[in-house]
């Protein structure tokens, strides 16, 4: 069975940091690209960055902030986030991408930017 | 990258069809035939409905089909059920900057 669980979400204050993971199982790792999306309080949801043979994206609104990694070895994948924002408040998901989509995901971590 | 244009809000009676559009631009939808589609009860993971515009995943009833035509992608839902009030997301591949963009999101009312 295929499994991702997020974890590291919590309450940090804007200008901090936090590191999400995901922990992946039930599936052949290292041969799937990784996304993390991301769906704000009322919101939709939003690609954040992937990582992959193709290399690795950011969107527009966490590029120089944010890095994703993984660990082959381990079966893990990152997301640092730093320089956060209120606007980076939201349900962080990891998901593995097949076929340019994504059938397997996480249940996501919450992560919420507050003073 | 903006995002995919949905319709806020589509509704149908149990038994009917419903049918939710996904315009965005040659640069994504109109580009690329990888476009696919998510239905997501809140406080849940998003569940893959469609890929590559209308394959369906192992298990996804056949109620559910997608199409695209130019910069317009669309998901038909048959046979409406109460269990498929939820959120509705299309999603395209976009080339290389930014590989992955979401629709607006479209939110089914079963009446």
């Known amino acids: 069975e295929v499994q991702l669980l997020e974890s590291g979400g919590g309450l940090v204050q804007p200008g901090g940091s936090l590191r999400l993971s995901c922990a992946a199982s039930g599936f052949m790792f290292d041969r799937y690209a990784m996304t993390w999306v991301r769906q704000a309080p009322g919101k939709g949801l939003e690609s954040v960055s992937v990582i992959g043979s193709r290399g690795i994206r950011y969107a527009e609104s966490v590029k120089g902030r944010f890095t994703i990694s993984r660990d082959n070895s381990k079966n893990l994948v990152f997301l640092q986030m730093n320089s956060l924002t209120v606007e980076d408040t939201a349900v962080y998901f990891c998901?593995?991408?097949?076929?340019?989509?994504?059938?397997?995901w996480g249940r996501g971590t919450m992560v919420s930017v507050s003073s | 990258q903006s995002a995919l244009t949905q319709p806020p809000s589509a509704s149908g009676s149990p038994g009917q069809s419903v049918t939710i559009s996904c315009t965005g631009t040659?640069?994504?939808?109109?580009?690329?035939?990888?476009v696919s589609w998510y239905q997501h009860h809140p406080g849940k993971a998003p569940k893959l409905l469609i890929y590559e515009v209308n394959k369906r995943p192992s298990g996804v009833p056949d109620r559910f089909s997608g199409s695209k035509s130019g910069n317009t992608a669309s998901l038909t839902v048959s046979g409406l059920q109460s269990e498929d009030e939820a959120d509705y997301y299309c999603c395209s591949f976009a080339g290389n900057n930014m590989p992955y963009v979401f629709g607006t999101g479209t939110k089914v009312t079963v009446l």
């Open positions: 040659s640069s994504d939808v109109g580009g690329y035939n990888y």
């Open positions: 998901a593995a991408l097949d076929n340019f989509a994504s059938e397997n």
